[in-house]
């Protein structure tokens, strides 16, 4: 018998002890049935997984844990050992009503149960420490123990082995900064952390490696604050005292890194001093891009939360009896992209001026709910093991040039349009305590894009060198606000409405009617401050007199104005208004009312044309309020068709599907263009 026949053998031995009701000394259900060969097979078959009772290759299924244990105490070597981790996390949760849905080689294994009385939902962490590790299946994944609280020193030893590695291995993440005491910039003011006294310092001589503080204020009463009428005594003290719990871990975390430096915005800008902020506000990119390292509070919503997290008993791992496998409550996985966060498990992530802290972070040390999370240039590292990930440049699995989402961000690099679109995207979604901030919070990012787009010009979110193309934004998912109370930007920019925003992937060619007239573009500051005097674009574009009725429940409530048969062979094949106009307000529209689509882009890869909705204010004078998508109708049923006949999205329209979109804007192009001008 096999090394591995005998270590499964040991494994149900123990498993058949532990489960409740086990029938482990009744005879074998394939010798109680009959000799046919059909019996044979369907009884060496497990009625759970559906596989060989005997195999090791595993597969997904699912099914009740009632269900599960039957098939356990029936020999299937799956269920058994599956059953047995499931016990080892807690023996209780064996019920008809609870169920599971395991992945092949155990890489996920969701439960869905009752336990104290309430639903429970979470993924099973199953795991080993070594490879070489006694393990029942091949390819259980390899992952690490959590101490369980983010203040231990085993944390301490981690984040210390972790900036080691970073410093020895990480090309990426050194050329940025060439030696870790040689960076190129260095803040006016830092916290001195050098000895017990802890004091504010202006001008450090020298090149200080510093960190970087990463939090949510909060109300702001509890944050501590440099002041005109504070500084000078903050200089020779900062009393521990007037620290605020997060503050006070973020020095600590730092003394255990032996990083002397602290910088942290309420204390290293003067609160209330608009010439102080003035100057400091602008070299944001600067402070963050040259610290060492920034701590992030990422699980406190308010400053007086502190840093550190105790992990609850679920998270701690139990070894599964008879194996070197450990199983435990999955810790949050860090969100993969910026769509996805959760405001409860993530609240500093969801907050609109840590959206650039991040992006311009060399190396980020996230201090989560259970356990703390590294990132840098090249790799993100959890004390678990869960949320690991290959990182930056070389990070080519999830580079898919249709999805801004998944394509990292250095890579986009190389087409600024497009990384300017998932900055906005990601961006946009996040929350503002001032809507105001909007675009003071995205700030230093605007300055590093206006240093990658040297010859063009700001225009409030928008880019003069592809103005067409960036007026094509549409809010995704639906709005559910109306127009701001205070006017903060044109119609025409993203930056006007309160919902997040993106760009079609594949729009990038524009009609060739369409063109700019003129731009009238006035801020007070500089640009990318965003405050705006006076914004208007005077565009010739063909227009297409449509109805908006928001009394119409269809998929659409945009349609074409009767008077206007021509249109019959094109089809709004979607559309996305920028504000929920049923709401009371300036943009609330009651009966059906006259707009116009302006065609301008043109997607050759679905055969749309995209445009813009504007509403007429007067003369020529108009407001956008939305966006759509025009297709052939020839081509919209040949999409039909496609996705009946099982081609999906990645079917392509070559031929006919081309010949259609050329027909549209050869049509376009034969409508007299207008002069509009947009506000
Ligand atoms: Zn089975
Ligand atoms: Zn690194």
Redesign the pocket.
């Given at each position: 018998m096999s090394r591995l026949q005998n270590r499964l053998d040991r494994s149900l031995t123990a498993l058949t002890g532990l489960l409740p009701g086990s029938r482990a000394n009744e005879p074998e259900t394939t010798s109680r049935v009959d000799s046919t060969h059909t019996a044979r097979v369907i009884a060496a078959r497990?009625?759970?997984?559906?596989?060989s009772?005997t195999t090791i290759e595993t597969t997904y299924?699912d099914g009740t844990l009632d269900h599960?244990r039957s098939?356990?105490d029936e020999g299937?070597?799956?269920?058994?050992f599956?059953a047995k981790c499931i016990v080892s996390f807690a023996s209780d949760i064996f019920q008809k009503q609870n169920s599971f849905r395991a992945w092949a080689n155990f890489s996920t294994c969701e439960l869905k149960v009752h336990r104290n009385g309430k639903p429970d939902n979470f993924v099973l962490d199953i795991f080993a420490l070594h490879e070489q590790n006694n393990t029942p299946f091949n390819n259980i994944p390899i992952k690490r123990l959590l101490p369980g609280d983010t203040s231990s020193d085993m944390t301490s030893i981690t984040i210390a082995n972790w900036i080691q590695d970073c410093k020895s291995n990480h090309t990426d993440c050194n050329s940025i900064i060439p030696d870790f005491h040689d960076t190129s910039y260095s803040p006016k003011r830092l916290l001195d952390l050098t000895n017990a006294r802890i004091v504010l310092r202006e001008n450090v001589p020298g090149r200080p490696v510093y960190a970087c503080l990463s939090h949510c204020w909060g109300r702001s009463n509890d944050l501590t604050k440099t002041t005109l009428e504070n500084i000078d005594e903050f200089k020779t003290l900062i009393p521990w005292k007037d620290l605020t719990k997060t503050f006070r871990d973020a020095v600590e975390i730092c003394r255990r890194a032996e990083i002397n430096f602290l910088w942290i915005d309420s204390l290293c800008i003067i609160q209330g001093c608009k010439d102080d902020w003035d100057e400091q506000a602008p070299q944001m990119a600067s402070i963050y891009r040259s610290a060492f390292v920034t701590i992030a509070a990422t699980n406190s919503k308010e400053t007086i939360e502190g840093c550190y997290r105790t992990a609850g008993a679920d998270y701690l791992a139990k070894c599964v009896p008879g194996t070197d496998v450990y199983v435990r409550r999955q810790p949050s996985k860090f969100p993969t992209h910026w769509a996805s966060i959760s405001s409860e498990e993530w609240p500093l992530l969801n907050r609109g001026w840590i959206y650039q802290e991040m992006r311009l972070s060399r190396r980020v040390l996230h201090f989560c709910s259970q356990e703390v999370i590294w990132e840098c240039q090249n790799a993100r590292r959890s004390e678990s093991g869960c949320s690991d990930k290959p990182l930056g440049s070389k990070d080519t699995q999830t580079y898919k040039t249709t999805m801004y989402g998944a394509v990292p961000y250095s890579k986009l690099a190389e087409d600024p349009r497009k990384l300017w679109y998932r900055t906005v995207q990601d961006y946009s979604r996040l929350q503002l305590t001032f809507e105001k901030d909007k675009m003071p919070a995205l700030a230093a990012l605007t300055r590093d894009m206006e240093t990658l787009r040297a010859d063009d010009r700001f225009l409030a979110g928008l880019w003069e060198k592809t103005l067409l193309l960036d007026l094509l934004w549409m809010v995704w998912p639906s709005p559910k606000t109306g127009r701001l109370a205070t006017w903060r930007a044109p119609t025409w920019s993203w930056a006007c409405v309160q919902s997040q925003v993106m760009w079609g992937s594949s729009v990038d060619h524009v009609l060739e009617s369409v063109k700019v007239d003129d731009i009238r573009y006035v801020t007070t500051g500089p640009a990318c401050m965003g405050e705006i005097q006076e914004a208007s674009i005077s565009l010739h574009v063909p227009l297409l007199r449509a109805k908006f009725d928001s009394a119409r429940f269809e998929s659409a409530r945009l349609c074409w104005d009767p008077i206007t048969p021509f249109l019959y062979d094109l089809v709004i094949q979607d559309e996305k208004m920028d504000y929920d106009f049923s709401l009371p307000g300036p943009c609330n529209i009651l009966s059906p009312t006259e707009v116009f689509i302006a065609p301008i882009g043109i997607n050759k890869l679905n055969c749309h044309h995209t445009g813009i909705v504007l509403r007429k204010q007067d003369r020529s004078i108009y407001e956008r309020v939305g966006y759509a998508e025009i297709q052939h109708r020839e081509v919209v049923d040949m999409f039909d068709k496609g996705l009946r006949g099982g081609r999906g999205m990645t079917w392509s329209f070559s031929v006919e599907g081309n010949e259609k979109l050329d027909l549209v804007t050869t049509f376009f192009m034969s409508i007299p263009v207008c002069s509009v001008t947009i506000i």
């Open positions: 497990c009625s759970c997984c559906h596989r009772k299924w599960l098939a356990a299937c070597i799956r269920c058994s599956l």
